[in-house]
């Protein structure tokens, strides 16, 4: 089965620039999806199909993918930005995540 | 504005069924698949699988073949996940996301509250 590998912490000063990253076989050629979730909270979709932001998001998280990694980055790192970060995508009609990152904004 | 709205908190004994719901609002119903992903504490997501509202087909993840069953009620736009043979290792809050049907996926747009399932004897 398909695995995606995501370091388990992430760690950023305010107002730097973070990047996680999300490892998987080619994972290039996937749609890369990310979710942002905060304690005690539904996740929340912030990049999908590798680049694009939903309504709402606001402009400084952006994503990125090719060959076998795929990244978001959030610039401007906010105090409000600390969660934990999962990536996702499809293979074999199965929806498979990524094990997740927890960011700490310092 | 869409939302999906699950059912309460349940506490199970070990070998019971649940059934969660997911009340969908907002758009429609028969648009999107709805997913159910589920969460054990402490833990990251994993997804359990999807139903097709329109044509009530599911597709499932291959460790809950057998033991999930994934249903729709169009009339009232909900959606149900029943899980059997319950254990401790399937305590989790069990969410329900959406993602389109039609085009290539957008992501888990909108998820539930999720409900929180504990098994315990």
């Known amino acids: 089965s398909y695995e995606l590998t995501q370091p388990l912490s992430v760690s950023v000063a305010l107002g730097q620039t973070a990047r996680i990253t999300c490892g998987g076989n080619n994972i290039g050629s996937k749609n890369v999806h990310w979710y942002q979730q905060k304690p005690g909270q539904a996740p929340v979709l912030v990049i999908y199909?590798?680049?694009n932001r939903p309504s709402g998001i606001p402009e400084r998280f952006s994503g990125s993918n090719s060959g076998n990694t795929a990244t978001l980055t959030i610039s401007r790192a906010q105090a409000g930005d600390e969660a934990d970060y999962y990536c996702?995508?499809?293979?074999?009609?199965?929806?498979?995540f990524g094990g997740g990152t927890k960011l700490t904004v310092l | 504005q869409v939302q999906l709205v699950q059912s309460g908190a349940e506490v199970k004994k070990p070998g019971a069924s649940v059934k969660v719901s997911c009340k969908a609002s907002g758009y429609t119903f028969t648009g999107y698949y709805m997913h159910w992903v589920r969460q054990a504490p402490g833990q990251g997501l994993e997804w359990m699988g999807r139903?097709?509202?329109?044509?009530?087909?599911?597709n499932y993840a291959q460790k809950f073949q057998g033991r999930v069953t994934m249903t729709r009620d169009t009339s009232i736009s909900t959606a149900y996940m029943e899980l059997s043979r319950l254990r401790s290792d399937d305590t989790a809050v069990y969410y329900c996301?959406?993602?389109?049907?039609?085009?290539?996926?957008?992501?888990?747009?909108?998820w539930g509250q999720g409900t929180l399932v504990t098994v315990s004897s």
């Open positions: 139903i097709n509202p329109n044509s009530g087909g599911t």
């Open positions: 199909r590798d680049s």
């Open positions: 996301a959406r993602d389109v049907m039609v085009g290539a996926t957008r992501g888990f747009d909108y």
């Open positions: 996702q995508v499809w293979d074999s009609s199965t929806a498979v």
